[in-house]
């Protein structure tokens, strides 16, 4: 199932048109979506449906868990290739390159315990539980 959005005006109003027809929602990493997140993970959690996300803070109330790369060494990566411009380097001679970062999930451990969802050992293992 999909729900579009025009706006952060329109992310509530869409993920309650989710709910009830998905086993689960997936935010993907849109920055007008996120801005709404708020929203979205409250009417997730009072449906009891598990909300994933790409990229948001996994602290979130009603947030299941997130997805994606250390978004700092994401951020430290991308510093040091700027810091090769800034120190005389040729920007077209500086190689483009896909940063070589693992996956990782944040499961928020509020949400998961609200929900009474018993995760897998290999997924217990495998992620970070907040909070």
Known sequence: MEAT??????????????????????LGPDGVVIAGLDGVAAAALADGTPLYAVGADPSTPGLFATMGPDYPELG???????????????????????????????INGATLEQLGIELPADVAAESQIVG
């Open 5 to 26: 959005v025009s706006g952060t005006a329109d992310v509530a109003q869409a993920s309650r048109s989710l709910l009830g027809r998905s086993d689960a929602i997936l």
């Open 76 to 106: 430290t990566a991308a510093g040091n290739v700027a810091v090769e411009v800034l120190q005389g380097a040729d920007p077209g001679a500086v190689p483009f390159a896909a940063p070589d970062l693992e996956l990782q999930t944040q």
